[in-house]
Structures are given as structure tokens and as C-alpha cells.
């Protein structure tokens, strides 16, 4: 059905194709044969970004050899913590242990390797951040993905800290978690190049640069979103989210982006150098420049450092 679906899209594949990746829940639970023929569909001897997302549990880490024999050439590893009463919290199914051994096997078949983990948890103070990040640190992998933990609106966390069964640190320590983890990270060779992204030069996730630069991508699969290009034109696509209905219908639905530059605004300030001015400064921007949150250089709006502080609130002012 995969195979079906990208013959539907045969005219945009004709595009070079920069990276792939097998995300969205458990991809790492398919048979590697079935990513190798995928691959060998898209990326024929082709020297493209091939992710895959994986969680540290036995079943999945046992697959990561033949994963890389289909031609997987990075791994992506959920791990969120490193302790197993965060884990719990969490909701993760798998320990602490679980996560070490995960990544010492991801970083002894696969060269680029990233793992995520979660920070500003509840209870959590800036020494014990300080001292998981260094055990993180330690396992030299090229790429990880550093999340403030925020709670969102219509989510069971959201309930739980309404009703005040957690509370999270407060705004000055989360700051100071955040100034750590960027200092900790670039002592150990790994810039920031996005708000919540830290890799060594030439091992940045090139496939989330694609999204953060407004770039076309296509999404395969039950729920899978894709931004196109089509005609001169900027479509969002959304496949049906039913597993049993996308698989009996294939069906999509498709909408013309009306703002393309508040979708570019939306992601591009995410990254450190910004996203390129190709539109015209509104009042709500200048404002945000004259206030020293944002400023343009070399052709590029980006966030200052205290701008970056303050990233969620600008991107809902912008809003």
C-alpha cells in the first residue's frame, strides 16, 4: 500500500529526494525487508539521509543490524530520560536500562546516531539536568534532541497539572536549564542549530531541515501530513488518520496554504541562522526586532539569544 500510495505521487518523486524517514509511532516494529524495498523504490544507490525512529526496547534494538544491511544510515532513539521514575512519569514502557543499552547498541552498529531527551521535568533541578545531560554526553553520539517539557491544552498532562498533581520548575530555572544544556552541549563539540536540536558540524538532521526551512516534503501513510509544491502553489496534505480506512481507500485531503509566510515564520525561527527574507517586514516584526527579540543580518530574520528564550511567546504574538 505504501508502494501505491508513491506511485500517486509518482510526478513529485521525480524530484531529487535529500532524506527519508521511517517515523510516527514504532516504524522500527516493520520487517527490515519491507524498508529495504522502500528504499530501493526511492533512493536506489543514492547517498540520501535514511532515518529511522526507534525506542529502546529489546524486540527493536535486535532489528538494528538488518535495518542497516536495508540501507537505514541513522537511527533516532526515544529515550526522553534517564531515570525510571521520569520514565514513569512519562508514560514510557521501558527503564533506564533499557535506553543505555538501546543507545550503546545504536552507537556500536550506526555511525550518526541521535537520541531526545526531556528536561524541566517535574522536581527536576538544574544539577540533576546537569548531571544526566554529562552521562548523555558521555555516549558521543553526533546529534541530540534537547526538549523543555511544556504542557499542552487538551492532553492528560495538561488535567494532571491543572489539578495540581505535578508541578514543573519555575521560569528562572528552566532558563537555566536551558543556557546549561547549550553550554554542556558545545563542550562536547555539538552546536545548537535549532532551538531544541544540537549536533557536531555536517551531522545536523537534514530531513528536519527540511521542514524547518519550508521546504517540500512528502508524508506516507495513515495521518501523514506533506507540504507540496504544485503549480507555483503551496498544498498541505493530510492522509486520512483510520489505519483500516487508508488502507481500504488510500484517500487524502488536500488544502492550499493561504499564509505561507506565517507557516515559514512558524518554523524557520526556530533555527539559529533564521529563515531567509523573501517577505515583507510587518509592524508586528519590527516591533519584535526594535525590542531586541529578533533581528535581520545577512538577508536573514532569526532570533537573538533572548529572543530565543522567549521563542514560544514570540511565535504566539506573531500568531
Do not use: C
Not at 532489528?63 to 514510557?92: C, H, P, Y
Not at 552507537?107 to 554529562?134: A, M, N
Not at 492550499?256 to 506565517?262: G, L, Q, S
Not at 515564520?265 to 517577505?279: T, W, Y
Amino acid at each position: 500500500m505504501y508502494l501505491q500510495q508513491m506511485r500517486n505521487y509518482r510526478d513529485s518523486l521525480k524530484r531529487p529526494i535529500k532524506s527519508i524517514f521511517f517515523g510516527g509511532g514504532t516504524p522500527s516494529l516493520m520487517e527490515p525487508f519491507v524498508v529495504r524495498e522502500l528504499i530501493d523504490k526511492l533512493a536506489p544507490n543514492s547517498d540520501v539521509e535514511i532515518t529511522l525512529e526507534a525506542n529502546p526496547t529489546s524486540i527493536e534494538m535486535q532489528k538494528f543490524k538488518n535495518f542497516k544491511d536495508a540501507g537505514v544510515n541513522r537511527i533516532s532513539i526515544g529515550i526522553q530520560a534517564l531515570n525510571d521514575k521520569d520514565l514513569k512519569f512519562l508514560g514510557r514502557t521501558h527503564s533506564a536500562a533499557d535506553a543505555l543499552k538501546g543507545l550503546e547498541t545504536g552507537v556500536s552498529i550506526f555511525e550518526s546516531v541521535s537520541f531526545d531527551l526531556i528536561y524541566s521535568r517535574p522536581g527536576q533541578t538544574v544539577d540533576e539536568w546537569s548531571k544526566e545531560l554529562e552521562q548523555a554526553l558521555s555516549y558521543g553520539t553526533k546529534h541530540l534532541s534537547l526538549y523543555q517539557l511544556t504542557i499542552e491544552e487538551n492532553t492528560p498532562f495538561y488535567q494532571q497539572h491543572k489539578k495540581g498533581y505535578f508541578h514543573l520548575p519555575n521560569d528562572e530555572i528552566s532558563t537555566e536549564q536551558y543556557l546549561l544544556t547549550a553550554e554542556k552541549a558545545a563542550e562536547h563539540g555539538l552546536q545548537q542549530y535549532e532551538v531544541s536540536n544540537y549536533a557536531k558540524p555536517g551531522y545536523e538532521s537534514q530531513h528536519n531541515l527540511t521542514y524547518w526551512n519550508y521546504g517540500d516534503y512528502l508524508g506516507i501513510g495513515p495521518g501523514a501530513h506533506s507540504r507540496l509544491t504544485i503549480d507555483g502553489e503551496k498544498w498541505g496534505i493530510e492522509q486520512i488518520k483510520s489505519p483500516a480506512i487508508w488502507l481500504e481507500t488510500l484517500k487524502e485531503q488536500r488544502t492550499k496554504i493561504e499564509d505561507v509566510v506565517m507557516e515559514k515564520l512558524m518554523m524557520g525561527l526556530r533555527l539559529k541562522k533564521g529563515i531567509a527574507v523573501d517577505f515583507e517586514i510587518t509592524q508586528k516584526l519590527q516591533q519584535l526586532i526594535n525590542l531586541g527579540l529578533l533581528q535581520l543580518k545577512d538577508g536573514f530574520l532569526s532570533a537573538t539569544e533572548d529572543g530565543f528564550l522567549k521563542l514560544n511567546g514570540i511565535l504566539r504574538h506573531i500568531l
